[in-house]
């Protein structure tokens, strides 16, 4: 009996263990998931700094989805922005602070500011910038006086290509006290404290106006440029420190630094488009798109709607391109006897762009096609219009679409369909009026994203790409850290890191 009892014993104790061990692991696996979740509710939850308006706060309030107002939410935000920010509800708008110069302070804690891009910028010479526009330098600074005078960009088609007029511009006001700007990115004058280094090379007008080999040169002006410019980045501390990872270089026309181009290809380019650059020397993840300055006269005060513009379709340029513009002139034949539609040639010769401007102006849709290139002003030319962009451009990349939704107010068609007979009439023609009307509202909030201007102001295309460009900054200083390891101690050549070689397969 008393070896049966002490075996009934033994099976009781381990039971009472389990139980004990089993309330134990449950109370641990309850107190986890309450600091998760806790965690996951907190403000900074989403990152805000890749949205273009600094104001918008997550949905996420005090762990409470439901006090979301979709009201409070600024128009220019697209749909996957409203999906997930809002504006704080019960925020009293208080007077914005301005520091010394004249721009808005920014309390990152409690308004969710982005944080201001550092520039360091070349003071070079003025034969690469403002010398190209007939300034010339007074005393000893290479730069003008933007309080005396604001040197004027040339008219026309140059235009277009300007971005680097006016980010060098406003640049150069971040340092002058009074210059109403906005303060997306400030120019700093110790380079190790800057996030980017920029190179002040008007590259798009140097090609536009000295690009030809005059009869008493060997060379044109351009490439000699060109020449000079790699010599002196090249040799500048700051490349050599980084390799140029952090360097910003502007050739937005696409045959601009075509001879540098690929002695500079680790430095971030500001393009129109990749139509004319091996994935190795531009591509996506290294450089920034940025939009054409339009050309045609915006549309003030719109108060037209469906019915008050009677062309359907319209399209005026050069029909006959080579490379990736064949469509033009396959979409020519298949729409210039159809109804309301306007395709012809045309060119800014003989009021050419006042003729644009009422043309886009009167029309419901906007043709996109792919000309030379991927990209073409006519883009920016219909949102300026509020005409409805149709985009037939397979290979295309557009700018600040990581944070924009194109898709809100552009309709794509590949290459492929648009050529198909009565496809591309077909899908216009049954795109209803609420439709159109929606995305007629959303060229109007948007359109100011695109304007280029001086000085420049919140959300304006002059700010959009400071802040693409500031996006990029994380994954630069990743690139110049790797491109650092073996710097300190590693095997400089004549006491200079070794030249970056260029890619195998550029062409």
Request: one cysteine or more.
């Amino acid at each position: 009996m008393a070896e049966k009892h002490s075996s009934s014993s033994l099976g009781i104790i381990p039971r009472k263990s389990m139980f004990c061990l089993f309330s134990f692991v449950s109370a641990l696996f309850t107190l986890s998931w309450f600091f998760v979740v806790r965690s996951t509710v907190s403000a900074g939850f989403i990152d805000l700094s890749l949205l273009p308006h600094p104001k918008l706060n997550s949905v996420i309030d005090n762990g409470n989805s439901a006090s979301w107002n979709r009201s409070d939410v600024e128009p220019s935000i697209g749909n996957r922005a409203r999906a997930i920010l809002v504006d704080n509800e019960g925020d009293e708008e208080k007077p914005q602070e301005k520091d010394d110069l004249g721009d808005v302070k920014c309390n990152s804690f409690v308004d969710n500011c982005n944080q201001v891009l550092k520039v360091f910028m070349y003071d070079l010479p003025s034969e690469f910038h403002f010398g190209l526009l007939g300034w010339k330098p007074q005393g000893a600074s290479v730069w003008p006086d933007l309080r005396a005078k604001v040197p004027a960009y040339p008219g026309g088609l140059n235009l277009q290509h300007s971005i680097e007029y006016w980010l060098t511009m406003d640049l150069l006001a971040s340092e002058i006290p009074g210059i109403p700007r906005v303060g997306s990115a400030v120019r700093v004058q110790n380079s190790s404290e800057a996030d980017v280094i920029f190179v002040p090379f008007f590259s798009s007008l140097s090609y536009n106006r000295y690009s030809k080999v005059n009869p008493h040169q060997k060379k044109s002006k351009n490439k000699s440029l060109q020449e000079k410019l790699v010599n002196f980045v090249t040799s500048q501390k700051e490349w050599k420190r980084s390799g140029g990872r952090d360097h910003i270089i502007l050739a937005h026309h696409p045959n601009s630094m075509l001879n540098a181009r690929m002695k500079l290809w680790t430095a971030m380019f500001i393009l129109a488009d990749f139509g004319r650059y091996s994935p190795k020397i531009a591509n996506v993840g290294k450089d920034v798109i940025a939009p054409y300055k339009h050309i045609i006269k915006s549309y003030g005060n719109d108060s037209s709607s469906f019915d008050s513009r009677p062309t359907l379709l319209y399209f005026q340029g050069a029909i006959y391109r080579k490379d990736g513009g064949f469509a033009r002139q396959e979409l020519f034949y298949l729409l210039k006897d159809e109804k309301d539609v306007h395709f012809q040639f045309g060119s800014v010769q003989k009021d050419g762009m006042n003729k644009a401007s009422r043309g886009m102006h009167s029309s419901k849709f906007c043709l996109n096609i792919a000309g030379d290139t991927p990209s073409s002003n006519r883009l920016f030319d219909a949102i300026a219009s509020h005409c409805v962009p149709v985009i037939i451009s397979d290979d295309i990349e557009l700018p600040y679409e990581d944070v924009l939704d194109y898709s809100e107010f552009c309709i794509f068609v590949r290459t492929s369909d648009a050529v198909r007979e009565k496809f591309l009439i077909n899908l216009v023609r049954s795109i209803k009026k609420d439709d159109w009307t929606r995305m007629w509202q959303k060229l109007k909030e948007v359109e100011n994203f695109f304007e280029f201007q001086y000085p420049s102001k919140e959300g304006d295309a002059v700010q959009m790409i400071w802040k693409a460009v500031a996006r990029k900054v994380p994954a630069i200083r990743l690139k110049v850290n790797k491109f650092r390891r073996f710097s300190r101690f590693g095997t400089p050549k004549d006491g200079v890191l070794r030249k970056i070689p260029s890619p195998s397969n550029f062409w």
